[in-house]
Structure formats: structure tokens, C-alpha cells
């Protein structure tokens, strides 16, 4: 299995600041990653996927980059509303694991 | 509208079997991969097992291996996961998730979940 390793666990942020969340693989996926929202009592819903490529929906503020085995997911300009938990998946091949978590709070 | 609804969750004990079910509607069900991720209380995240389009390709996590068995009833859109020899670790909300391709890929829609606990 692929190991998946988000970074920080927690990232506390100004309104209006940048966040930038990481995720890294312990093999290369290629651009095979995905980055998903989970509120709290909701489901996830996905924001990101083949690395850079938005959700439907999805405001540009949030962009994806990265290859191989490091990956970056930013948020330029943080609202309230995108105060969550952000995870990282691999698809490249089954099992699809998913990073630990990173979750985003609004300073 | 896609929809999946899950059902079969329960409180069982250690040793114990629970079969989970989900129903898709509004995909051509199919035609898609079909996934069961479990969230332990208070966790992250966790891929249990996948199934491919036409049930060819099966896979599950290490953590599941020979206890769990996913299944699919294309013509009755149903998703299965059969679960022997629960542990406590087991305990979670199981969701099930529609992949994006027929063998694989990312998520793009998820059920409500449905809640497993393992508990003596």
C-alpha cells in the first residue's frame, strides 16, 4: 500500500491569508491524486483531482500543484467557509489510501 | 441526481458478521466502480475496498484482508460488503462511494454512511 502523509495535522489561518496544505507519497502516483473537504457531520466532497484540475464548483482560490511523490493543495484567500478537514487520496492503483488529514482553521 | 444510500449497520460483538448494502440511483451503475471508505469515530479517512465495473477487479486495505468480501448486483444497482470476524477496530461510519472511471479513480459522489460498532 501506498503510505499517504498530510502535513501539518493543523493549520490555523487569518481570513484573506494563504494556507497551504501538503501531502506526501511514500511511492510515486504520478498525477494520480485527488483532495477532499470534509465539514463537520457532513460527507466529503472532492475538491481537487488529477492534482490541479477543480471540482465542479469549486472557487479558484483553490489550486492544486505537485508530481511524483510531493503535492501541494493552496488556498490563496481563506474564507470562513472553508474552514474544514482536508484529505489527499492516491488512485494510481488499489488500495486508493487516503492521507490523515489536515485540518484548517480560521485564526 | 446521484444517490447512494447505505444500510446494515449495527452494534455487534467482537467475532461477530454484519452485512452492509448500498443502492445507487441516478447513474448508470454499471458502468462504475463502486467503493466502501470507513471514518473510525473522531478519524481520518480510511479505503476499505473497491470493485471494478463488471466485478473484475476486487481489492481491500490490509486491515480488512480475509474478513471483508465486496460484491456487486448490477441489475439490482446494489453495492454489498460482507464483514466477518468484526474487531472494535472496525468501528466506524462506512460510506459508500461512486468512483469517477469503471476501475478505478477518484471519488466523486459519497452516501450518508452507515454506522458499524464493535463493541463487547
Known amino acids: 500500500e501506498v503510505v499517504m502523509t498530510q502535513s501539518p495535522a493543523t493549520l490555523s489561518v487569518s481570513p484573506g491569508d494563504r494556507a497551504t496544505l501538503s501531502c506526501r507519497a511514500s511511492?510515486?502516483?504520478?498525477?494520480?491524486l485527488a483532495w477532499y473537504q470534509q465539514k463537520p457531520g457532513q460527507a466529503p466532497s472532492l475538491v481537487m483531482y488529477?492534482?490541479?484540475t477543480r471540482a465542479t464548483g469549486i472557487p479558484d482560490r483553490f489550486s492544486g500543484s505537485g508530481s511524483g511523490t510531493e503535492f501541494t493543495l493552496t488556498i490563496s484567500s481563506l474564507q470562513s467557509e472553508d474552514s474544514a478537514v482536508y484529505y489527499c487520496?492516491?488512485?494510481?492503483?488499489?488500495?486508493?489510501?487516503f492521507g490523515q488529514g489536515t485540518k484548517v482553521e480560521i485564526k | 441526481e446521484v444517490q447512494l444510500v447505505e444500510s446494515g449497520g449495527a452494534s455487534v460483538q467482537p467475532g461477530g458478521s454484519l452485512r452492509l448494502a448500498c443502492v445507487g440511483s441516478?447513474?448508470?451503475?454499471?458502468?462504475?466502480?463502486m467503493y466502501w471508505v470507513r471514518q473510525g469515530p473522531g478519524k481520518g479517512l480510511e479505503w476499505v475496498s473497491g470493485?471494478?465495473?463488471?466485478?473484475?477487479?476486487?481489492a481491500y486495505a490490509d486491515s480488512v484482508k480475509g474478513r471483508f468480501t465486496i460484491s456487486r448486483d448490477n441489475a439490482e444497482n446494489s453495492l454489498y460488503l460482507q464483514m466477518n470476524d468484526l474487531r472494535v477496530e472496525d468501528t466506524a461510519l462506512y460510506y459508500c462511494?461512486?468512483?469517477?472511471?469503471?476501475?478505478?479513480?477518484?471519488?466523486?459522489?459519497w452516501g450518508q454512511g452507515t454506522l458499524v460498532t464493535v463493541s463487547s
Open positions: 462511494v461512486k468512483a469517477i472511471w469503471g476501475r478505478s479513480g477518484w471519488v466523486d459522489h
Open positions: 441516478g447513474f448508470r451503475f454499471d458502468n462504475y466502480a
Open positions: 470493485i471494478g465495473w463488471k466485478s473484475a477487479g476486487i
Open positions: 511511492q510515486s502516483i504520478s498525477s494520480y
Open positions: 488529477d492534482v490541479s
Open positions: 487520496q492516491h488512485y494510481s492503483f488499489w488500495p486508493g489510501t
